[in-house]
């Protein structure tokens, strides 16, 4: 099992920056990590991932301006967020897939003027 805490969250405004950290419990090594986000009223939506050999993908909306990064030897991922907009708002998770998916808690991202 591993458990996920994510931090880094809160208010900024459009065009600022943002960098999540999602802290694993153990080895996330093998895993693939990934960025979820959920808005209010809306479905949870994938934002990034990156395999454990450091390849990344990215959707459309968040191309260009999201990163992921990971580092192994401190069981940690991030998700550099730039030139942030409005509907980047949202509640942003850190998911964990090896065979079982985990989930942290989440950290809140508002971007507004």
């Known amino acids: 099992q591993v458990q996920l805490v994510e931090s880094g969250g809160g208010l900024v405004q459009p065009g600022g920056s943002l960098r999540l950290s999602c802290t694993a419990s153990?080895?996330?090594?093998?895993?693939?990590m990934a960025w979820y986000r959920q808005a209010p009223g809306k479905q949870r939506e994938w934002v990034a991932q990156?395999?454990?050999?450091?390849?990344?993908n990215y959707p459309d909306p968040v191309m260009g301006r999201f990163t992921i990064s990971r580092d192994n030897a401190k069981n940690m991922v991030y998700l550099q967020m730039n030139n942030l907009k409005p509907e980047d708002t949202a509640v942003y998770y850190c998911?964990?897939?090896?065979?079982?998916?985990?989930w942290g808690q989440g950290t809140q991202v508002t971007v507004s003027s």
């Open positions: 998911q964990a897939r090896g065979g079982l998916d985990y």
């Open positions: 153990r080895s996330i090594r093998t895993y693939r």
């Open positions: 990156i395999f454990s050999g450091g390849s990344t």
